[in-house]
């Protein structure tokens, strides 16, 4: 069985422009969450999708969002980029909350 | 609330002697906990978990930890470190909601363990 993909792996952009990054879950995984990594901040929670509906979601500014598709693929957003946001993003995947969540090997956002 | 506390931000021991990696939690119920491990550039990966049945819970490579309600702990162990243990480790308590409506994973600070040969 695949694991969970995300790419891209690395990725540099400016200050005030926007991306987008990609997770594909395991087959037949609904669950898609999204955790922010930093040496400051360690991991913390940004949102969670389950059946293309988002159930939770972590404390970050309107500037983050994301969606999923019906096939559980799940994208995340950052708009009006800041130096700040440059992390390691992580998704997971999960049949639902409760089952053990399988990560990806996440993005590298880089913000200059 | 639901915390996680990890008592050393960085653990060093030598080849072939045991590990203890300390976390402390707070939960107002009976929480599903979790311990993940990190190699550089890499994921995170999923050690061991416990979900209210056996309080001690024996995990991949060797590694387990003992549940123990009375001190809210959850430590990491494992008898003989090998060099390819090295990476970090976090402790993680997981939170459901009611009704169905998700969850998410509060993860610990991290510790760093290293192995020397």
């Known amino acids: 069985k695949a694991g969970v993909t995300q790419t891209p792996r690395y990725l540099i952009k400016t200050r005030g422009q926007q991306v987008t990054l990609s997770c594909s879950p395991i087959s037949g995984h609904r669950s898609v969450s999204w955790y922010q990594q930093t040496p400051g901040q360690g991991l913390q929670f940004l949102f969670e999708?389950?059946?293309?509906?988002?159930?939770n979601k972590g404390n970050f500014p309107g500037r983050f969002s994301g969606r999923q598709f019906s096939n559980s693929r799940s994208e995340m957003n950052v708009s009006t980029l800041e130096l700040g946001d440059s992390a390691l993003y992580l998704c997971?995947?999960?049949?639902?909350?409760?089952?053990?969540?399988?990560f990806g090997p996440g993005t590298r956002l880089t913000v200059l | 609330a639901q915390s996680v506390t990890q008592l050393d931000s960085h653990v060093s021991v030598s080849e072939g002697t045991p590990v203890l990696l300390r976390c402390n939690y707070s939960?107002?119920?009976?929480?599903?906990l979790f311990w993940y491990v990190q190699h550089p550039n890499k994921g995170l990966q999923l050690l061991l978990k416990?979900?209210?049945?056996?309080?001690l819970v024996k995990g991949i490579n060797g590694f387990e930890a003992e549940f123990k309600k009375s001190e809210t702990s959850f430590h990491l162990t494992k008898p003989s470190a090998h060099m390819s243990d090295a990476a970090e480790y976090f402790c993680?308590?997981?939170?459901?909601?009611?009704?169905?409506?998700?969850?998410?994973?509060?993860f610990g600070q991290g510790t760093e363990l290293s192995v020397k040969p």
């Open positions: 416990y979900t209210s049945a056996a309080t």
């Open positions: 997971a995947s999960s049949l639902d909350v409760g089952y053990e969540q399988f």
């Open positions: 999708y389950f059946s293309e509906t988002q159930r």
């Open positions: 993680v308590v997981s939170v459901a909601w009611e009704y169905n409506q998700g969850g998410k994973l509060i």
């Open positions: 939960s107002s119920y009976s929480p599903s």
